[in-house]
C-alpha cells in the first residue's frame, strides 16, 4: 500500500514550479495530461498512488494528482486552468482570492490569507480522508513574495494543529540580494523562516542566486522563468524517486527525516543535482559513477548559494537513478568520504546514505541528486538576515506590516530566533568528539532558544486574530 504524499502550491512562484513538478513526474510514471497511462514499464505505475489518486470513467482509468493549488489573487490559478494541465487537477482544488498579497508578509498571514484560510482547510481534509495511509505534507512556497510566505506560514501552522502527527516538508526558494524583486524580500523571507524552525520537519532550500548561476551554465542567453522552474522541478523529481518508484533501500518521508535531521531545529537541507545538462545533449552524456557522485557534493551543483568548502556535511542522502550497481555507488560515496573527511562532522558515524532507482529522468541514462544537511547553509540565511537588521533597524516599511495588525515585536523574535539558528549551525560545525565543554555551551544556547519560544508564544496569544 503506497502511503500518500499531499502537495499543496502556495503563491504564483510555488504553483508555477508545481506546475513544471507535475509536467515532469508525468513523464517519468508515462501518463499523458489528462492523467491516462501510456507507459511500457510496469515499476512506472506501481507506486504511482503516493501522489495520484485514481477514478475509473468510461472504462479508462484517470489518475488525478493530489494537490491544492492556493494564491491570493485569480491569475495564477486561472492559467493554470485554463492551461495544457487544466483537465488534469479537480476543480475544487483551485483556491484563490481577488485581492492578492502585495508583496506583504502580514496580509498572507493575518488578513487576506485568514480569509481564506477555512476554505483551504476544508479541502485539505476532504483529500486527507481520501488518503489510506497519508504520511505527510509537500509544500511549494517562495520566502520573497507575501502568499507563500505569509499564508505559506498560516497554512503550515494550521495544517500542525490538524494533523500534527504528520511529517510536513516544504520546497522553499529563497530570495538573493542579487535577484531581487521586491525591497521587503528580506522582511517576508526572515518572517518565514521564523515559522519554518517552529512547524516543518524538512524544508528543502532552493536559492534565486543558485538558480539564475545553474541556469547561466545551461547556456541560456536570457534566464527565463520557466527555464528556473524546470530546474527546480527536475531536483524535486529527484529528490521524490525514493518514494514514488521501488528501489533498493527506499523510504518514505519519515526516514529521510530520520536519516537527515540531527536536531529538531535544523532541519533545512541544500539539495544538489547532477548532471545537468543543457537541452539536446543529453544523448552525449556518458559521466562515470565516480564522476556523478563528486559532482553532487560539488559546491556549483547546489541549488543553495554556498559554499561547502566553508561548513561541514552533518549529513547527506545520495539518491542514484539508472542502472547502477550498489557496490558502484557505495565504492565511489566511500571515496568521496575518505578524500574529503576533514568535511564531513566527526562525531556522527556512516553519516552518507545511498539509495538506488533503476527508473532514470526522462532522456538521461544516469542521474543522481543529494540532500545535504550542511552547515555553510547558514550563509543563506546570513545573507538575508544582515539586509533584514539593515532596514529594520531604521523601520523602513515597517508601516506597511502595522497597517496589518503585526507589531514591531515579531520583527524583533523573528531576528533573534534565525539568529540563534544560525549560531546553531556554527556551534556543530565547531563541534568535535571531545564535548565536554561544547556541550555546556549547547545548552546555554538551547535555554536562549527556550526563552525566545516562550516570548513568541506569550506574543502570538495576545497578538491572534
Known sequence: MPQEILNISIGQAGNQVGQAFWETILLEHGLDKEGLYHGTDAQQIERVGVYFSTVESQGKVKHIPRSTQIDLESGVCNRIRSGPLGGLFRP??????????????????????????ENILDVLRKQIEECDALQGFQIIQSLGGGTGSGLGSLVMAKIREEVPDRMLSTFSILPSPKNADTVVEPYNSILTLHQLVETSDLSICIDNEALYNLSGRLGGKTTEYSQLNSIVAQVMAGVSTSLRFPGQLNGDLRKIGMNLIPFPRLHFLAPSYSPFVPPGRQLYQNISIPELTNSLFDGKNYLVACDPRFGKWLTAATIFRGKIQSIEAEDAVLKLQTKSSHQFVEWIPDNVSITLCTVPPVGQRHAAVCLANITAIKDVFKRNLNQFTAMFRRKAFLMWYEMEGMDAMEFTEAESNVQDLIAEY??????????????????EEHDDVGYAESRYAESSIQGEY
Not at 97 to 109: D, I, L, R
Open 426 to 443: 556554527q556551534q556543530y560545525q565547531d563541534a568535535n568528539l571531545d564535548g565536554e565543554e561544547y556541550e555546556g555551551t549547547v545548552q
Open 92 to 117: 475544487d482544488t483551485y483556491i484563490h482570492g481577488e485581492s492578492g498579497a502585495g508583496n506583504n508578509w502580514a496580509k498572507g498571514y493575518y488578513t487576506e490569507g485568514a480569509e481564506l484560510i
